[in-house]
């Protein structure tokens, strides 16, 4: 079925780097972010996590078409969240030196034709990383308000093997499934006709 390009989308999060990667697609959004709990609950597998917080976030945003994600980074079924602090921001690193994590985002759209939801997964391999590195990296400030204490996309790239899967998964939102969701919901993508 043909999308609609006069859907006005809405993206539910404050993440620059998402609203960057709509952009690659020729999408704008209004953001307005979801205040809702991200709290990972006892118990609960991380894929379950990020499905659940995406589809939070999509449910707390009015707007005719809302699309949310939620991406986590999770070792040895772990999900490591942001770090605490400079110290918690090492001990994160110096347990993903040298070993394959997962990176799982969480996606939904929410629209008039109901809602879709998907959850992408990504190996990450890191080099193993010695004290110094650990310490420069964490000294750039720019850990501390990652998942995972990285980012791909920006020195901790410096730190990445080998990426199986999505990259752009790893930076916050997966184009390809993202764009299937979105079309799947109605909205024309702009390399689509009229």
């Known amino acids: 079925m043909p999308g609609s390009a006069a859907l006005h989308l809405v993206l539910a999060s404050r993440s620059p780097r ?16 979801a205040g809702t709990d991200e709290s990972q609950r006892p118990g609960e597998p991380a894929a379950a996590y990020v499905r659940r917080v995406a589809a939070e976030k999509a449910a707390a945003v009015t707007g005719e078409l809302v699309l949310a994600a939620d991406t986590a980074v999770v070792l040895d079924g772990e999900v490591l969240g ?16 040298g070993r394959v994590h997962q990176v799982l985002t969480g996606v939904c759209v929410r629209g008039g034709q109901g809602q879709a939801e998907q959850v992408v997964s990504t190996e990450v391999r890191f080099a193993r990383l010695g004290e110094r590195q650990i310490a420069w990296y964490v000294a750039t400030g720019e850990p501390l308000d990652k998942a995972g204490a990285y980012a791909l996309q920006g020195a ?20 390809l499934e993202t764009a299937a969701l979105l079309r799947r919901m109605g909205l024309a993508l702009p390399w689509e006709g009229p």
Request: glycine share 14%; net charge positive; hydrophobic share 40%.
């Open 156 to 175: 901790g790239g410096a730190f990445v093997e080998e990426v199986r899967g999505s990259v752009s998964n790893v930076v916050g939102l997966p184009l």
């Open 82 to 97: 942001k770090p605490r602090d400079p110290a918690d921001a090492g001990r994160m690193l110096r347990a993903l030196s």
């Open 18 to 33: 998402r609203r960057e990667l709509l952009g690659l697609l020729g999408l704008s959004a209004e953001v307005r972010p």
